[in-house]
């Protein structure tokens, strides 16, 4: 199994500026993702976070409005970058290990006024 | 249309009523999630499954490959069990594709 928290739990943020979001998982894991749940709506994926290498995004997310790093195969971290209220959103870090289901991290509540 | 279509969107139950949700897919998939968030965000993985069934206490999934489809069951319902539930294919080996989610509400 595998247990992931996430920092901060929530922050209201101004448009313009920029939050990072810490992921930290309790082992090693290969395959790291994050999602983004707009209100009312299911999860979309933003990104696979690789570690050593760039993220690899999902159609319609770029790495300039979200980059992600990966320093080690435990962490990974998301910027939301020059917010805006339609960013307002929860962010979720998931992980899935071999032959195993998946775990979510608790997301980030995120409103952007 | 959506790769995954879940039935119905909104359910609500009285306290002991069997409960079932269903989960229609178009893509090909390796296997399938069912996840359930509570209000709080949160989301946990119930079952991750293949083929056939599995069961969790008062849960049940199945999952019939050929007609891409699965069901969730969930027997002697429980106001506890009041939460969204997520069908989620895996396609290929990386990328989940999530349903819209069903809420369930049971009521005492």
């Known amino acids: 199994s595998a247990v992931i928290s996430q920092k901060p739990s929530r922050d209201i943020c101004q448009r313009g500026t920029s939050l990072t979001i810490q992921c930290q998982v309790d082992?090693?894991?290969?395959?790291m993702f994050w999602y983004r749940q707009q209100p009312g709506q299911s999860l979309t994926l933003i990104a696979t976070?690789?570690?050593?290498?760039?993220?690899?995004?999902e159609s319609g997310f770029v790495i300039d409005k979200f980059p992600i790093s990966r320093p080690n195969l435990t962490f990974s971290t998301l910027t939301v970058s020059n917010m805006s209220p339609e960013d307002s959103s929860i962010y979720l870090c998931?992980?899935?290990?071999?032959?195993?289901?998946?775990?979510f991290g608790p997301g980030t509540r995120l409103l952007v006024l | 249309k959506n790769e995954v279509e879940q039935s119905p969107q909104n359910l609500t139950a009285q306290e002991g009523e069997f409960i079932t949700i269903n989960c229609s897919y178009s893509?090909?998939?390796?296997?399938l999630h069912w996840l359930q968030q509570h209000p709080g965000g949160g989301i946990v993985s119930l079952f991750m499954?293949?083929?056939g069934k599995k069961k969790h206490g008062r849960l049940i999934a199945t999952i019939n490959i050929q007609e891409k489809h699965s069901s969730l069951h969930i027997t002697a319902s429980h106001p506890r069990d009041s939460a969204v539930y997520i069908c989620?294919?895996?396609?290929?080996?990386?990328?989940?594709?999530f349903g819209q989610g069903t809420r369930l509400t049971i009521n005492p």
């Open positions: 998931s992980v899935r290990l071999p032959e195993e289901t998946q775990y």
């Open positions: 082992s090693q894991v290969t395959m």
């Open positions: 976070a690789n570690q050593g290498s760039e993220a690899t995004y």
């Open positions: 893509v090909g998939i390796s296997a």
């Open positions: 499954l293949s083929s």
């Open positions: 989620a294919p895996l396609r290929g080996a990386q990328k989940l594709v």
